[in-house]
């Protein structure tokens, strides 16, 4: 009975949670879609600030990470094509993957390891130290100042660095194609363009918008929930992480699946 | 006229008091914090708040400055029910309110210069030179001329407390609220805070609340004081009032006499949360 008990309370506590997530962002999308239209500008200043760090100083890491997945995929690609003497669609194997899946949840991970955790341990520690009730003296809603620039950064920034991201796996796995399935540079890309489908690309791209949403959203609200203590700062970086990690998951075997039934036959 | 006779004609056309707090009862989750607490601020008039920790005075600061809800009574700013305003009229209200957080809650992101400027930059219309010209006296009046562009984590914990008194200051409001002002401060410079208090009231006659436990602090620039324990108010006097009082629980505070020592877990709770009312007045 009490086993019963645990597992409807967790699930309460679960959709409350969405439920808070979801305020949250529409709270912060009436900010940067609606409000400026009502006269009540946006921080430009501050969304540039944070998409300078959210998406700029991002690139190398993701530049390097995603060139290494490229040059795994192709590997692991070719060693099954290899035995079906079909080697040279391992080009063809790479971009797919990558555009569709690999891309956008690798992109999204870095992201939530760089940003999700900033999000939440900036906000936390503005938590412990009053000043998010200061901005609330101050007739500043939090929600309007912090999140919102953060929301808007990263609408933009993800979808951007997930293209990067994608283009520098691509490059990984020509590094393998040219140095041991026979391509050149010119026939690896020819033959990337060949099996790119634009539905792959967009779908990567919506994707990602998906999750721009729940890093933020989870990274702010996990940072606005913080206890007092420095402890309690640390446990929400943590819990912003994990749980970031878990929900853009789940997101993305809902939207597979959407796209898979959807989808033309 | 003389001074004296126009302020009085003044007082009786603006006789409604600053703040004016009725039944007022605040609770976090189950436990009730204030027990239904009544009293008034007029305008011009500094309050100290005091109570020993855990009696619920800076829940009352928090409610009177709207960044809690009450679950019962009435709080009303310059007539307004404050708690029943919508959003908007409560930032109106708010930007007629100031308050300095008992660690300053400077932006750490930001310099002093930007902290102040930041409720003129985000409320007002004004431009880049004006706002610059307002940060340079509300750093002036605080005495920190010439600090717009340290850090906080440059300041030390008094210039701290001065910066943030001079955010308050950014948009001349006409109350300002004090979270343990002297708190942390060795006692030089804590003196210091208490000047800059008295010469805020001096100048510009703003309502100040402040809530302290510093017993000297609060002789010094109190008008009226109130002495909260355990969500109730025990007394409501002058500084001269309280002095002379012998209510127990004044005496006690002002005598700094312990507390019984504590000799279990129950007892503890008790003494905590105040399950069993003080006596009554």
């Known amino acids: 009975m009490a086993f019963l008990e645990t597992i409807g309370g967790s699930t309460v506590d679960g959709l409350a949670y969405l439920g808070s997530l979801a305020r949250l962002t529409g709270r912060a999308s009436r900010a940067v879609f609606i409000e400026p239209f009502r006269g009540r500008k946006l921080g430009i200043g501050r969304a540039v600030h944070q998409a300078m760090s959210v998406g700029v100083e991002a690139i190398p890491i993701v530049s390097l990470i995603s060139f290494f997945v490229g040059i795994i995929l192709a590997l692991q690609g070719a060693y099954q094509l290899r035995k079906l003497g079909a080697l040279q669609l391992v080009a063809s194997a790479v971009v797919l993957v990558i555009t569709r899946e690999l891309g956008p949840l690798m992109t999204a991970i870095i992201v939530i390891g760089r940003s999700g955790s900033a999000f939440a341990a900036e906000i936390g520690t503005m938590k412990v130290n009053e000043e998010l009730d200061a901005l609330e003296t101050m007739a500043l809603d939090p929600i309007h100042f912090l999140v919102a620039p953060k929301f808007l950064a990263m609408l933009l920034m993800l979808p951007c660095l997930t293209t990067w991201g994608d283009f520098m796996s ?77 929900l853009v998951i789940c997101v993305d075997l809902i939207f597979t699946a959407i796209f898979y039934f959807a989808g033309p036959r | 006229m003389t001074k004296t006779e126009h302020s009085t004609a003044a007082s009786d056309i603006t006789s409604q008091p600053s703040i004016s707090v009725r039944d007022l009862r605040v609770n976090y989750g189950e436990r009730e914090i204030l027990h239904g607490i009544s009293f008034d601020v007029q305008a011009g008039e500094t309050l100290v708040i005091l109570g020993g920790s855990g009696s619920g005075k800076s829940t009352l600061l928090r409610t009177l400055a709207g960044l809690e809800q009450p679950s019962g009574g009435e709080v009303r700013i310059q007539g307004l029910n404050f708690p029943a305003l919508s959003e908007r009229e409560k930032d109106e209200l708010r930007l007629k309110m100031g308050m300095s957080f008992q660690s300053g809650a400077l932006f750490g992101s930001m310099t002093v210069g930007e902290n102040v400027a930041l409720p003129l930059r985000e409320n007002t219309a004004l431009d880049e030179s004006t706002i610059e010209i307002m940060v340079r006296l509300k750093l002036d009046q605080v005495g920190l001329s010439g600090f717009e562009r340290y850090a906080p984590s440059q300041l030390s914990g008094g210039m701290k407390k001065r910066a943030a008194v001079a955010r308050a200051l950014a948009m001349d409001p006409e109350i300002l609220f004090f979270d343990e002002p002297s708190a942390g401060l060795d006692p030089i410079i804590a003196a210091g805070i208490d000047q800059l208090i008295l010469k805020l009231k001096e100048a510009f006659k703003i309502t100040i609340l402040v809530v302290t436990h510093e017993l000297a602090s609060a002789f010094l620039i109190a008008d009226r004081m109130i002495l909260i324990d355990k969500g109730n108010i025990v007394a409501n006097g002058t500084p001269a009032e309280f002095r002379a009082s012998q209510q127990p629980r004044v005496r006690q505070f002002l005598d700094r006499i312990p507390e019984a020592e504590v000799t279990g877990e129950i007892d503890y709770l008790q003494m905590l949360t105040g399950e069993i009312p003080p006596p009554r007045r």
């Open chain 1, 170 to 246: 691509v490059c990984g796995g020509g590094t393998f194609g040219v140095a041991f399935a026979g391509f050149t540079w010119t026939s690896y890309f020819h033959a990337t363009l060949d099996a790119l489908v634009l539905r792959d690309v967009v779908t990567g791209l919506l994707k990602s918008l998906l999750f721009a949403v729940v890093i933020t959203a989870v990274g702010c609200q996990e940072g606005i929930a913080t206890g007092l203590g420095a402890e309690e700062v640390g446990r929400s970086t943590t819990e912003a992480v994990v749980k970031s990690i878990f």
